[in-house]
């Protein structure tokens, strides 16, 4: 079949195409789910099939089907063409890309266990102990889950670019949800949405220490619903490492993306503050803050050899002593810039175009223990584990709540507060960054869930990150 | 499309074969092509054929569920036994009694030839008229017009055998100058309905009415919802409270809470699966038929949606409402309805008096307190000052966070037009519904 599929992209570019690829993809998928002694559900699923990207007189086209045969490629290929040819007949706008090395290789993440090698009665155990862990009088729901997810890609173009790459992700979580009926608490671990993911094998699972952590848990739960609630008004805020990922994640990895600086994504989820004026120019942050693009990091959810356009997987600043020096780029987008792809194209299956996707975007560690930053905050709010999510269409006003807070006072975690929420606007909150915490409590968090496009795509991404300060942030919210 | 006879042919055929007490198979397919543009040139320009088939078997009470995308024979026995693999090691689901039996589905025209066969030379031809009107008005357009169609069947060893053919076109567009936006969607199973220069002059005049907004005080104001900004609370309000999943669980902000009043008597919130002023679909996810489900009647708490496992638990009919079997949201409304009432636009921004009015909202979060349905969010394309009952100036876009109970509670005037709007169901629902006035909105920030 690979013979076959070769062969088509060497008749389209017969036919004329300025650039054509191929993207066959198998996945399979495992997820467990425990809830209160019970399996909620275990489900597997596999889904094959393959796209045809067409980029003909600068307008593109893209074909896909579940149907692998001889005859489906050539009626692929063919609609990819006629599509791109209604495309070029609406726009004036023709799409070049940058240069890039037809690159022939295979590569694939490691891991020590394979995952799906596991038996399901070893995975379902581990997961009742936990849940098991959890319960209690206040206790309502306690849910544990594991999620495995292996995906065969084979790349081809016609440039002559031929790669096989297998990404093997695993990941899992728990958490316990406390009711008085009046008012419901949550709390996970290690993270909430399902907790944390990585491009590693079932030796992740294992390590992440599910069972040691569940009657913690179940105890802070349960403790929130007595708890004060979050005080109002500006403080000195400490945020985790899982909640300061996703804080990364909404007001620099999204609004870094270039093809959403562009426009393409203005009718969905927004523009970018971050317009092409200001690079290398704007005082993103302040100068402890460097962010990085590292598909090349072990271990990562946005770890690759190579993105979904066949560019070999990079590491790059886009905030550098708190400047902002880079987009997240492609080809096409590239070619605008007048540079090289840094190689963040990927498509969430065989049936959608690549997009620009956060990679793993990283808040480089800086020189403090999470203990000696506690002890020399004042007075201020350290917060854990995100909760809700909201940042405006351009990524500048966000609001965040996280599960829990800690109150802290001279230089000491005083008492447990519940329901916090932390408002700004981008750059000034992360100018406001004075100190960051150091490789000891840096860890990669796996997002697996980040959506975009239309037709949605959902992408597996990821943030390094340890915890860090901002001074005098808004929290809580006047009603 | 692959067609009713076939797919109940090759899965009554798979299902004969399986080693279990009972087994179900779910087959989605769809045919789907969308084209994308932004600046008023194309950008992305798709199209895809796909199909999924899950298995769920029950052996005894032991549950295992496996799902492929290939109609493959071969490839769907192994599907097949995988989910018998999977139920063998599992461990007992207590309130799985039995899969559905046949039930009695109405008729309902859910497919349309023109919507299913549009091809992507009409999409090109019918942004093209877009981007026109809109160059025409120094403006840029961006946005997506989707067309397509797809099939749903649902079987299972008890005879239960369900088909519905279904065709869909959502076009979203936001129309921009250097300092304003204004939106218009349009989500329909006949795109023949889609009045294209219409629906692109909604959204040049608010592009071009919210031109130079200014800054307002973030506080309380009255508002007056426009349908988007409405769909937008109501996809959250079901996510949060109006499925068996969150209220069995306690944090629904309608668990324990049957029977009082904890919304304005204007408000009623239901769920119609069969009503075709939606997107229809009148079966769910286990070949149940959808029942109307009333959430909230005049203001008074009433109940939520049930598959068969949630209604179990609580000794209850399945209502309709089950998601397929990967899914984790328990069951959900898909086809969601708030009442109409009698206001008129002009009528509804004179008696709003002095307030705000919003088009939409952007990046709503309904998890902040699920109990008090507090909601966060930012208004987006098209927000203005409304003074005297006569909109005054543009505003640049606010923040709110406000309880959903307590804004119902506030409304005051629900609009008699109502409309549909997309939501991520947008292939098998849509929540239908009218412009709202509420008194006393609190908006907590400002963006810059």
């Known amino acids: 079949m690979k013979d076959l599929m070769k062969e088509c992209l060497v008749k389209l570019k017969r036919k004329g195409v300025d650039y054509a690829d191929l993207r066959k993809v198998e996945s399979h998928s495992q997820r467990i789910g425990v809830k209160n002694g019970e399996v909620e559900g275990i489900s597997y699923s596999q889904n094959s099939g393959f796209g045809i990207r067409v980029l003909k007189d600068g307008a593109w086209g893209f074909s896909s089907s579940a149907v692998i045969s001889p005859e489906e490629v050539e009626r692929v290929a063919s609609e990819a063409l006629r599509i791109a040819s209604a495309s070029a007949s609406v726009s004036k706008k023709r799409s070049k890309l940058s240069e890039e090395e037809p690159w022939v290789d295979s590569y694939q993440t490691n891991y020590l266990e394979d995952p799906f090698a596991v038996p399901l009665e070893e995975k379902i155990e581990l997961l009742m102990k936990a849940v098991e862990a959890m319960r209690g009088d206040k206790i309502k729901v306690a849910v544990g889950s594991l999620t495995f997810h292996r995906e065969r890609k084979l790349f081809l173009n016609t440039e002559g670019a031929e790669i096989e790459q297998t990404i093997t992700h695993s990941g899992g979580g728990i958490s316990a949800t406390a009711s008085d009926g009046q008012q419901a608490q949550r709390r996970s671990y290690p993270n909430s949405a399902g907790g944390d993911f990585a491009s590693k094998g079932y030796e992740f699972i294992r390590e992440m220490g599910l069972i040691e952590n569940a009657e913690r848990i179940r105890d802070e739960a349960a403790a929130l619903l007595s708890a004060p609630e979050c005080p109002q008004g500006e403080v000195d805020l400490i945020l985790d490492g899982s909640q300061l990922a996703l804080q990364v994640h909404e007001s620099c990895g999204h609004p870094t993306e270039l093809d959403r600086v562009l426009g393409t994504e203005i009718s969905y989820a927004g523009g970018s503050f971050l317009s092409l004026d200001k690079l290398n120019k704007f005082q993103y942050g302040s100068n402890l803050v460097d962010i990085t693009a590292d598909a090349t990091l072990e271990g990562g959810l946005g770890t690759f050899g190579y993105d979904d356009e066949g560019v070999k997987a990079q590491r790059t600043y886009l905030v550098r002593r708190g400047v902002f020096v880079g987009y997240l780029t492609s080809r096409e987008t590239g070619f605008f810039l007048g540079q090289r792809s840094n190689g963040t194209m990927r498509a969430d299956g065989w049936n959608r175009i690549p997009l620009i996707r956060m990679t793993n975007i990283n808040l480089e560690p800086g020189e403090w223990s999470l203990e000696d930053l506690i002890a020399d905050t004042k007075e201020g709010i350290y917060l854990e584990t995100n909760k809700s999510w909201s940042i405006d269409d351009q990524r500048l006003n966000f609001q965040f709540g996280t599960e829990i807070g800690w109150e802290i006072k001279r230089g000491k975690k005083v008492r447990m507060v519940k329901n916090p929420v932390y408002t700004g606007i981008t750059p000034q909150f992360w100018r406001s960054c004075d100190a960051i915490c150091n490789r000891d409590s840096w860890h990669i968090w796996g997002v697996p869930n980040c959506g975009k496009g239309e037709p949605s795509q959902i992408m597996r991404v990821a943030h390094g990150t340890a915890p860090a300060r901002f001074r005098k942030v808004k929290v809580g919210v006047k009603r | ?448």
């Not at chain 2, 009433?302 to 598959?307: F, I, N, P, T």
């Open chain 2, 1 to 448: 499309m692959i067609g009713k006879e076939r797919i109940f042919e090759t899965l009554q055929e798979i299902l004969a074969s399986a080693q279990a007490d009972q087994t179900e198979a779910i087959f989605i397919g769809s045919q789907r092509g969308l084209t994308r543009f932004t600046n008023n040139s194309v950008h992305q320009n798709v199209a895809e054929r796909d199909t999924d088939v899950t298995f769920r078997v029950a052996l005894g009470k032991k549950i295992g569920v496996a799902s492929t995308n290939s109609l493959n024979k071969e490839e769907l026995r192994e599907a097949l036994k995988e989910a018998v693999e999977i139920a063998k090691h599992q461990v007992e689901t207590p309130h799985f009694s039995s899969l559905p039996s046949p039930g009695e589905y109405k008729e309902v025209n859910t497919f349309f030839e023109e919507t299913a066969n549009f091809t992507p030379e009409q999409r090109a031809e019918m942004v093209r008229k877009v981007f026109d009107k809109v160059e025409a008005q120094g403006l840029t357009v961006a946005g997506a017009l989707s067309t397509g169609c797809g099939e749903i069947a649902v079987l299972n060893s008890l005879g239960l055998a369900a088909y519905q053919p279904l065709s869909a076109a959502t076009l979203r567009m936001v129309v921009s100058s250097a300092d304003s936006s204004g939106y218009a969607d349009f989500l329909c199973r006949d795109i023949g309905t889609l009045d294209i220069d219409g629906l692109a002059e909604v959204a040049i005049k608010k592009c071009l009415e919210s031109r130079h907004p200014r800054a307002l005080k973030e506080g309380r104001y009255d508002v007056l919802l426009e349908p988007p900004a409405v769909g937008e609370l109501m996809e959250w309000m079901s996510m949060i409270g109006f499925g068996a999943k969150s209220f069995q669980e306690e944090t629904s902000f309608l668990s324990g809470r049957l029977g009082e009043k904890i919304m304005s008597e204007k408000v009623t919130i239901y769920d119609d699966g069969n009503d075709p002023a939606g997107v229809a679909m009148p079966f769910d996810f286990e070949g149940v038929p959808k029942q109307r489900v009333f959430f909230v009647k005049e203001g008074i708490a009433q109940g939520v949606v049930y598959d068969s496992v949630t209604g179990n638990r609580e000794g209850k009919p399945s209502t309709g409402h089950a998601l397929p079997p990967s899914s984790r949201s328990g069951p959900m409304p898909l086809n969601l309805f708030v009442k109409s009432g009698d206001g008129r636009e002009e009528e509804m921004i004179a008696s709003l008096g002095r307030g705000i009015l919003v088009t939409r909202f952007h990046y709503v979060n309904g998890l902040l307190n699920t109990k008090e349905a507090l909601f966060t969010g930012m208004t987006r394309d098209g927000t203005f000052f409304v003074e005297d009952g006569k909109v005054k100036y543009p505003i640049e876009n606010l923040r709110f966070t406000e309880s959903m109970l307590k804004a119902f509670s506030n409304v005051e005037v629900v609009s008699k037009e109502r409309k549909a709007i997309n939501a991520w169901w947008e292939e098998v629902g849509a929540a239908v519904v009218p412009a709202l006035l509420i008194r006393d909105f609190n908006f907590s920030g400002k963006t810059e």
